[in-house]
């Protein structure tokens, strides 16, 4: 097992292939690809034949599209590839991620944008499967508790960011923007940077609204959380925010207009109250998701 804590760094992934564990009774371990650039990724090449010499799994599932290509130089066991959609931000690794899919036996794509922008795109063998979430772990609980748990008072509109305020991505400065034509000084926004998932389901429960201004997303797990915590939501209109939100009720999506996003924000407010999110997303169910990916190892196996 390497020593990179999977749980912590990418908590989605882990839940992804603990669920298909604990239900179909598989064995995994995972590796973790250490380095920058595509040169970087190359010098990891002989650790990945190392572990499948040593662990000799039956299919190697690589998350992105660089892990995607650094496997498929690898042709001792069969490689399934998700795409979570970074890959189509940059022509470079756009190019480079949509040979790694022409070398896989299957590839996964978390939105069907993802796939309709790779610049090649493979006829059969793919499916398109978003990643889930895990009821258990973002829920619905007491705002008064949450806010007192992560020290949130009520004379603020606690604004809880979709990011990092240095992620350029994420686009903090957009989001300042709006906040101050509103010219409430009362808004406290704040950065989802530095949390755990125990502490990040307070907050979604905890704040006001949940307010996503990014560039660019696949299907991101932020929304399908602030969703089954039925944390109001404004949000741009990227990736498959619009199909994820549908017809939420106090779920707003928005331009990347200042004045709209700023207009979207006080209408989130004035519903007051909290969304019916948590029923509109049974659909993203890890338990669901489970099943369409095992499925996908099942079909890559029976083909060799």
Known sequence: MDNYDIKKHHAFVYEQIE???????????????????????????SKIRKKIKEYKPDLLH?????????????RIVPVVITFHGSEIHS???NILSSFASKLSKYNIYVAKHIREKMYFRPGRNFNIIPCGINPDESFVMDKDISSSRMKLTKENINILFAGAFDDLMKNYKLAKNAIQIISENKINLIELKGYNREEVTYLFNACDLFLLTSKNEGSPQTIKEAMACNCPIV?????EIRDIISD???CFITSFEPDDIAQKLKLAMEYGKRTNGREKIKRFD???????????????????
């Open 19 to 45: 669920t298909i564990k604990n239900i179909y009774n598989i064995d995994y371990d995972n590796l973790f690809i250490r380095g920058k650039g595509i040169f970087g990724y190359l010098k990891n090449i």
């Open 62 to 74: 690589a998350h992105y599209g660089l892990s995607g290509l650094l496997s498929c130089l690898q």
């Open 91 to 93: 022509r470079f690794i």
């Open 235 to 239: 949000a741009t209109d990227v990736g």
């Open 248 to 250: 939420s009720e106090g």
């Open 286 to 304: 890890n338990n669901i998701i489970a099943e369409k990916i095992y499925s996908v190892y099942k079909d890559v196996l029976s083909k060799l």
